[in-house]
């Protein structure tokens, strides 16, 4: 093809469709991320500052994916229930695992009532909620629940649990899918390690008959669990599995 006697015609390249193309990708990786961002964050996240006895450290919560256990997380921290509650489970061996608290028949860590400490909770239950995007990794939140993973799924109250490495590197039965991951560790995870590192009763000490393995000797106190707003969160920090 020629448009002058002599001179080839160059090809050139296509640039308006090209930069078409280009504007398409552009606005379909938008959209893409603005879905993914209305299904991670909305409504958006929640805060607190969990103080105890040894330091505090600071969560995020998750309401787009456990609506109902974060509502009654949050229900209990504004109503004090959390307040000088003990960390009554503490498995850091054979290799780390959880920290847990929430039972009422914990508080103020009296020494008398440690055979029922880890059977109490709050009046109301939560369903099991699970997320594709929450798992239990390490600084992650989790409903601790009663029964076991066929009758129990649902009976979540009060109790939680905070993770100290990833599930698949612990020594213990699986998690996933079995209960409700609700929010993680943004800071202070020190603090977490910190009460990890408490010394525990080993297993076969009893009281009254009954297990107070993997109690702590010396208990440390959740003092308080306060909502703060997005502007009060401190930016997250990279969060490492306690050794």
Same mark, same amino acid.
């Given at each position: 093809?020629?448009?002058?006697?002599?001179?080839?015609?160059?090809?050139?390249?296509?640039?308006?469709?090209?930069?078409?193309?280009?504007?398409?990708?552009?606005?379909?990786?938008? #959209?893409? !991320?603005?879905?993914?961002?209305?299904?991670?964050?909305? /409504?958006?996240?929640?805060?607190?500052? &969990?103080?105890?006895? +040894?330091?505090?450290?600071?969560?995020?919560?998750?309401?787009?994916?456990?609506?109902?256990?974060?509502?009654?997380?949050?229900?209990?921290?504004?109503?004090?229930?959390?307040?000088?509650?003990?960390?009554?489970?503490?498995?850091?061996?054979?290799?780390?695992?959880?920290?847990?608290?929430?039972?009422?028949?914990?508080?103020?860590?009296?020494?008398?009532?440690? #055979?029922? !400490?880890?059977?109490?909770?709050?009046?109301?239950?939560? /369903?099991?909620?699970?997320?594709?995007? &929450?798992?239990?990794? +390490?600084?992650?939140?989790?409903?601790?629940?009663?029964?076991?993973?066929?009758?129990?799924?649902?009976?979540?109250?009060?109790?939680?649990?905070?993770?100290?490495?990833?599930?698949?590197?612990?020594?213990?039965?699986?998690?996933?899918?079995?209960?409700?991951?609700?929010?993680?560790?943004?800071?202070?995870?020190?603090?977490?390690?910190?009460?990890?590192?408490?010394?525990?009763?080993?297993?076969?000490?009893?009281?009254?008959?009954?297990?107070?393995?993997?109690?702590?000797?010396?208990?440390?106190?959740?003092?308080?669990?306060?909502?703060?707003?997005?502007?009060?969160?401190?930016?997250?920090?990279?969060?490492?599995?306690?050794?």
């Amino acid at each position: 093809m020629v448009d002058k006697p002599g001179r080839r015609k160059k090809n050139k390249p296509p640039w308006g469709k090209i930069a078409a193309a280009v504007v398409i990708g552009l606005v379909v990786v938008a #959209a893409g !991320w603005f879905v993914y961002w209305d299904y991670v964050y909305s /409504p958006p996240p929640v805060y607190a500052v &969990l103080g105890t006895s +040894v330091g505090s450290f600071d969560v995020e919560l998750f309401p787009a994916c456990a609506p109902k256990t974060v509502a009654n997380f949050v229900s209990l921290a504004n109503s004090g229930f959390y307040d000088n509650l003990t960390w009554h489970r503490i498995v850091d061996s054979p290799k780390p695992f959880v920290i847990q608290t929430g039972d009422p028949n914990t508080k103020n860590a009296v020494n008398s009532t440690r #055979a029922t !400490w880890g059977n109490g909770g709050s009046n109301n239950t939560v /369903p099991l909620e699970i997320c594709s995007w &929450l798992h239990n990794y +390490v600084g992650y939140l989790g409903m601790a629940r009663q029964g076991n993973h066929t009758y129990g799924l649902n009976t979540g109250t009060s109790q939680f649990y905070i993770l100290l490495a990833n599930q698949s590197s612990t020594a213990y039965s699986n998690l996933e899918g079995y209960y409700t991951i609700f929010g993680k560790v943004i800071s202070g995870m020190g603090v977490v390690c910190s009460i990890a590192h408490v010394k525990t009763y080993p297993q076969g000490s009893l009281q009254n008959g009954q297990s107070i393995a993997d109690q702590p000797i010396n208990p440390v106190l959740l003092k308080s669990v306060t909502i703060i707003s997005p502007a009060q969160a401190p930016a997250p920090q990279p969060i490492t599995a306690c050794t």
